[in-house]
Structure formats: C-alpha cells, structure tokens
C-alpha cells in the first residue's frame, strides 16, 4: 500500500505488506517459502507468498528473502514502514503582554511517534473562527518527539476587543490537532474626560451651590473635585 499521509508515513489504518517471490511464471520459481524479519522477529512461511499486518505506531524494519527449502535463497530485500494514527497533543495558554493592540501565546505540544512539524496560530473576532483576523505558521525544522513550545505575538489588533486564539498542530505524518480556545479581550485605550463645566445652582448669604457636569469616552465613573477661592486663580 501507498503511504496515505506526509512525509512516506501512514497516517491511518493497519498496514498490510504482501512478500512475494517476484517470479511471474509459477512453473520455473522452485520456491518452497519465505523468510522474514519484523523489527528483528523471524518468521518462515511456506509458500511463494507471505502476508504481514503492521498494527502499531512507530518505524517499522522488514526484511524479507526467498527460499527453496536446500540452500538456495534470494537476496534480502529491505524495507521501512513508518505508521502514525495518534493525533499529536496542542494546548494554548493564557495570552500574555496584552495591550491595547497586541497579544503574546504560547502553545506546547507533543507527537511521540513522527513529531511536531508545525504550528499554525489563528485569531479572530469570531467563536467559530468563521473568518481569521490574523494567522502565523512555525514550521519545524527537524521535527521532535519531545514535548514542545512555541510562542507568537499577535499586533495590530483592535483595542478594547474580544479575540479567540487556537492552535493547529500538525505532525510530520501529516496528521493535525486543534488546541483550545482561549479568549482574550485587548486593552481598551483610557481617554482623558472632557473638562468639567462648571454652573451655578443655588447660592445664599454664606454658601453656594454649583453643577459639575464631564463626559467619559470609556464609560468610567468619575470623582470631582472643587477647588474654590476668593480669586480665580485658585
């Protein structure tokens, strides 16, 4: 069988691998069996044919060669089978350095078979990530069975914003995994308020009264002051 995922991995299945004697004319073969090694394990078949299921993940070595039974055999023939049908793990934590426009993620991983080969960051204003507001890849160079981390920093986002960030995985067999979500909302930027105007309310022989009115752009509550004085510069 031809390998189905990246990379001459097998990415999904068992994998069945049928030995044979290559001899097309059945009358002039002679052969009595067949001999192989999986990982080392020899196994004789009788026949000019021999069957082998490959069932766990992991590179696989076999070596194969025909007999007649005496002393004649054909020359070893060797082949590699590399099976991969585990998802690698993807996990996103907790944005960090957030401002007003931008976000720090990190995300760890781990694939113990064919490794990591990539990370794709994606953000969005979407739950469902319907539509990516930004995106990063991180391909790995020489892929790694060891559990992983990559970090990327996400600018030029809009302030005061609720984003959604994953993390796509993908191994060198091609198989991926999706991370959590996490949520993050951007710094909203803090708008000075407009200045106080000042108007009189009420005033009697040993007291005044005033209005104080101010607006602020971010919605926060306000605390005033009144300075007063006999002068206006106070």
């Known amino acids: 069988a031809t390998p189905n995922g990246s990379n001459n991995w097998y990415k ?21 069996g067949i001999v192989y090694t999986l990982n080392g394990v ?14 766990t993940d992991g590179t696989h070595t076999i070596k194969a060669y025909a007999t007649d039974g005496i002393i004649n055999s054909q020359e070893t023939t060797t082949h590699t089978i590399k099976r991969d049908v585990t998802d690698p793990s993807a996990n996103l ?13 990190t995300a760890t991983a781990q694939d113990t078979t064919s490794g990591i080969k990539s990370y794709k960051f994606d953000i969005s204003t979407s739950s469902s990530f319907s539509t990516i507001t930004k995106t990063q890849t991180y391909t790995i160079t020489t892929p790694t069975t060891s559990l992983g981390t990559q970090s990327h920093t996400f600018s030029g986002l809009n302030e005061g914003t609720t984003y959604y960030i994953r993390v796509i995985v993908t191994d ?7 991370s959590n979500t996490v949520t993050q909302n951007t710094v909203k930027a803090n708008t000075p308020p407009t200045k106080a105007v000042v108007s ?23 605390t005033y002051t009144l300075r007063y004085g006999t002068s206006s510069s106070n």
């Open 93 to 105: 934590s907790t944005p960090t350095n957030v401002t007003t426009s931008g976000m720090t993620v």
């Open 12 to 32: 999904s299945g068992n994998i069945t691998i049928t030995i044979n004697d290559g001899e097309t004319d059945s009358t002039k073969s002679g052969v009595t």
């Open 42 to 55: 020899a196994t004789t078949v009788q026949g000019r044919t021999a069957t082998v299921t490959i069932s």
């Open 200 to 222: 009189l309310n009420t005033k009697g022989t040993n007291y005044i009264k005033v209005n104080a009115r101010s607006t602020d752009a971010n919605g926060d509550r306000l």
């Open 172 to 178: 060198e067999a091609g198989r991926t995994k999706t």
